[in-house]
């Protein structure tokens, strides 16, 4: 399982880049955004619940001084990534918001240092700087004109540091010795239960009554695009250094731009091509199974 980490990983990526497919049809029902995360959150914590109720029951179980990890887990990871996210996509662009998002290497690395002592190295930086710059020519930065406001790279920022927490604070569970479905049903418990004072459900009841495409896609938004990837990605966490996953996670623009080029036709620029390139560069640079230690910066 160790060696298969890595792909695990990148599996996770692969699906979190299909949720463009399933927020096309939502959009088309009428539905958007913060609606959108409320429900994937609220099928993801109702999936996990099925799961620990006809497994193991004794999963509901943490200890009083543990729960401050899941409740932060998804309140200032899910929610506050998701809430920050839709905001820069608001006032700045999608581009800007994307690309603002994978700067999520910069929080994860340093923090994982201080709280878990994981090495600071040479690769591990060239990476991170790599899916950064890969990032930007995927999501078209610098191809056109993008609005850039100081309060959308505020925000930008804030999804980036609520991308990153979630790797933080999954390793805190992990350490403390929690399961996979635990984490997640707490995590988006928590999420839900914060995003229910955002939601507008006049929107959500007006799409879903829209047909039975709505349903499909709120349904393959949350088991698809939430449940199979957060699994596969806080599994492949136990074998991987979260400042290497957060890098090698960043396959998930490479996913939505290569779908959007084939299934609708979208422009695949010479940029583009080069960050996808950059990217799994990148990925591969942190995916080697190479004995040799880096030296620490």
């Given at each position: 399982?160790?060696?298969?980490?890595?792909?695990?990983?990148?599996?996770?990526?692969?699906?979190?880049?299909?949720?463009?497919?399933?927020?096309?049809?939502?959009?088309?029902?009428?539905?958007?955004?913060?609606?959108?995360?409320?429900?994937?959150?609220?099928?993801?914590?109702?999936?996990?619940?099925?799961?620990?109720?006809?497994?193991?029951?004794?999963?509901?179980?943490?200890?009083?001084?543990?729960?401050?990890?899941?409740?932060?887990?998804?309140?200032?990871?899910?929610?506050?990534?998701?809430?920050?996210?839709?905001?820069?996509?608001?006032?700045?662009?999608?581009?800007?918001?994307?690309?603002?998002?994978?700067?999520?290497?910069?929080?994860?690395?340093?923090?994982?240092?201080?709280?878990?002592?994981?090495?600071?190295?040479?690769?591990?930086?060239?990476?991170?700087?790599?899916?950064?710059?890969?990032?930007?020519?995927?999501?078209?930065?610098?191809?056109?004109?993008?609005?850039?406001?100081?309060?959308?790279?505020?925000?930008?920022?804030?999804?980036?540091?609520?991308?990153?927490?979630?790797?933080?604070?999954?390793?805190?569970?992990?350490?403390?010795?929690?399961?996979i479905v635990t984490i997640l049903f707490y995590d988006f418990l928590f999420a839900a239960i914060g995003l229910a004072f955002l939601a507008d459900y006049r929107q959500i009841g007006s799409a879903l009554t829209t047909g039975g495409a709505a349903w499909a896609?709120?349904?393959?938004?949350?088991?698809?695009?939430?449940?199979?990837?957060?699994?596969?990605?806080?599994?492949?966490?136990?074998?991987?250094?979260?400042?290497?996953?957060?890098?090698?996670?960043?396959?998930?623009?490479?996913?939505?731009?290569?779908?959007?080029?084939?299934?609708?036709?979208?422009?695949?620029?010479?940029?583009?091509?080069?960050?996808?390139?950059?990217?799994?560069?990148?990925?591969?640079?942190?995916?080697?199974?190479?004995?040799?230690?880096?030296?620490?910066?």
């Open positions: 399982m160790k060696r298969a980490a890595p792909f695990l990983i990148v599996l996770a990526g692969i699906l979190w880049g299909t949720m463009g497919l399933y927020v096309r049809v939502l959009n088309g029902a009428g539905m958007y955004a913060i609606q959108i995360v409320f429900l994937r959150a609220v099928i993801t914590a109702l999936v996990m619940a099925v799961e620990i109720l006809l497994t193991q029951r004794d999963r509901f179980r943490v200890r009083w001084k543990d729960l401050w990890v899941f409740l932060c887990g998804g309140i200032c990871s899910i929610l506050f990534f998701n809430v920050s996210y839709f905001k820069a996509i608001e006032v700045t662009s999608l581009s800007i918001a994307c690309v603002m998002m994978y700067t999520s290497p910069v929080f994860v690395t340093p923090l994982s240092a201080v709280l878990f002592h994981e090495r600071i190295t040479p690769r591990k930086v060239a990476a991170m700087l790599i899916v950064v710059v890969g990032c930007a020519l995927v999501s078209g930065v610098g191809a056109a004109a993008v609005r850039v406001t100081p309060m959308g790279l505020l925000y930008g920022l804030c999804a980036g540091l609520g991308y990153a927490l979630y790797s933080i604070f999954s390793r805190l569970a992990l350490n403390r010795g929690y399961h896609g709120i349904l393959a938004c949350g088991v698809i695009a939430t449940v199979f990837p957060y699994l596969l990605y806080t599994e492949g966490m136990k074998f991987v250094e979260n400042g290497k996953a957060a890098v090698i996670v960043a396959v998930e623009p490479v996913t939505a731009t290569v779908l959007g080029a084939l299934l609708y036709r979208e422009t695949l620029t010479i940029t583009a091509v080069i960050g996808i390139a950059l990217v799994i560069g990148a990925i591969a640079l942190l995916s080697g199974t190479g004995v040799k230690r880096e030296n620490r910066l």
